[in-house]
Structure formats: C-alpha cells, structure tokens
C-alpha cells in the first residue's frame, strides 16, 4: 500500500472519528480503511488506535504519529502548490550560457527586455567559450555557434552568426585600404586567442590554415581587439553583432567583404524535457522571436 496514503486515511480517520467517514471521503470501504491503519501499525510495530463498539481513540503513539503525519502531508501540499505555480506562471531562476561577445552585445542587453516582461523570473548570465554540458553544470539553455554536437538536445536555429573585417578611418587613411587578402601581409592583423593559441583568419578566397600576417597583438576577448581597432592601431575580423554600432556610427569601415567566412550556423540549446516550466518556454519564445530565423533587420546589438 502507498504509505502517503495511508497516513492521509489515517488522519481523515481521526479527524471524522469513525472509519465510515474517511471511506466515503476516499471512496473505499471501511474494510480498506483498516487495512490501510493495520498496514501503518504494522510498520511501526505499534498499535495507534484503540476501539471499542462504542467509539474509537488515539494511543499515545497514535497521537504523537497524526501530528507527524498531518505536518508531512502539509509540507507535500505545499510542495506540490508551489511546482504548480511555477508552471502557471513564470518565476525562479534561469540559468543561460552563451559566447562571450554575443552575449555581451546582444544577449545581455535583449535579457533586460525578457525579465521586465516577467518580474518573477532572475537571471544568471555565465559567458565564456566553454562548451558547458547542461544537465551536469544545471544550467536552462545555451546559446551555440555551430552545428549542434548533442542530439539529446533540443536545437533550436537562430539567425547565421555572421564576421565582418573591419579598420578605422583613421588607420586606413595612414597605412591604405586591403583590396585582397594578400595586401593583409603588410597591415596589423588582430588576432583572437583561443586559450593560448592565436586564431588565424579564415578567408574564402584564402587556402590553408597559415596565417595571412604575424599578428603583434592577440586578444581572448573580442571586445580587446575591438578597442584596438577604434585606436587605429589595425585590422579587426570579428562578429558582426560586436561591430554593427562601430559600423553604424562610422567609427570602423568594412573591408574585403567578398572574402569573408561563410556565417556560422547559431542555435539555441536546451534540455528535451516535456514539462518545460513557463520560464524556459517564454525565454525559448522570446529568443526565437528576437533572433529566429524569421525574425527581422541585421544581426546587431540590441541596445
């Protein structure tokens, strides 16, 4: 017999004072009702109802155990109400991880959009190139640049993660503007690290891995080349979505832009999980609807 149950009888027995009243509140017989006790004093090895033809009471164990019981049954009530709330509306902490440069410039800024639509939802942003697994590190979703690597995963495509080569007015005017990858060789090439190996630039028009020119300064964050560019100190090759204000406001032109990689396929990762609570899907929505594939206008910032 399920034990849970067995103490809600027990309680409905000693709250209506007889065992016909807690049968028709479970819908059983009174018969199932005593199985139900006889299976509790079994297990405790006491007995906690003494009756007699006239009327029945708790034994001392009998009345130290329904307080128990009463307060068990109170604290899953109140377990079960509070998961159900958390499915009707959405509340609690979701977790997110995403590449750096995306999240700071897009996703971060985006994220304020999401929580003051849902006040009862907080939110830990962790950015870093890391592959971080989901179900281990108990995180929500993931934004992934690349093909999915986990068919256990729901996948989700976001719009291409798109590169764009750029240098500032100011270094183009004193060192000349790249017409093809080649002239490269004689300009600043920004590179990014990866740990501590530098990235060389993948140019389509481009064979092999050598790097086009040795870089005087490599950078693991994107946000340490963009810098250097606005300092017109070279050329920057980074995401589209770090560069589109510069771009925007002039402060770095786009180059070679024939050469450019192709875009890079984008996803948002999350658990499969058929109960999904309300915070997970109105995010997986809210992404979709801001980043999707039929979503809108460029790839850039959001603030």
Not at 88 to 95: I, M
Request: with cysteine; hydrophobic share 45%; net charge positive.
């Amino acid at each position: 017999m399920d034990k849970l149950r067995s103490m809600e009888i027990f309680v409905a027995v000693v709250d209506a004072g007889n065992f016909t009243a807690a049968a028709a509140r479970f819908a059983i017989s009174p018969v199932m009702v005593g199985k139900h006790i006889a299976q509790l004093e079994a297990t405790l090895g006491a007995r906690l109802l003494t009756r007699t033809t006239r009327r029945q009471s708790l034994t001392e164990i009998g009345a130290q155990y329904v307080e128990q019981c009463r307060a068990i049954l109170a604290q899953i009530d109140a377990a079960e109400r509070g998961a159900e709330a958390m499915r009707s509306v959405p509340r609690g902490r979701l977790r997110i991880t995403a590449p750096t440069s995306f999240g700071n410039e897009w996703l971060a800024p985006a994220l304020t959009d999401y929580l003051r639509l849902h006040p009862e939802v907080s939110v830990d942003l962790n950015l870093n190139e890391r592959l971080v697994d989901l179900v281990d590190e108990g995180y929500d979703a993931a934004i992934r640049i690349g093909a999915p690597a986990d068919s256990s995963m729901i996948a989700r495509p976001l719009r291409p993660y798109a590169m764009v080569i750029c240098a500032s007015p100011g270094y183009l005017k004193k060192h000349g503007t790249p017409r093809t990858p080649a002239d490269l060789a004689r300009h600043e090439c920004l590179d990014f690290m990866v740990g501590d190996v530098g990235v060389s630039w993948r140019l389509q028009s481009v064979r092999g891995k050598k790097p086009l020119a040795e870089s005087r300064f490599r950078a693991s964050s994107g946000q340490a080349l963009r810098m250097a560019a606005l300092r017109d100190f070279g050329i920057v090759m980074q995401a589209e979505v770090l560069l589109a204000q510069d771009i925007a406001a002039g402060r770095l032109k786009p180059i070679l832009r024939n050469c450019l990689p192709a875009p890079r396929a984008m996803h948002l990762i999350y658990p499969r999980d058929r109960r999904a609570t309300p915070k997970l899907t109105t995010f997986v929505d809210f992404i979709l609807e801001r980043l999707g594939p039929a979503a809108h206008g460029p790839l850039a910032s959001s603030t």
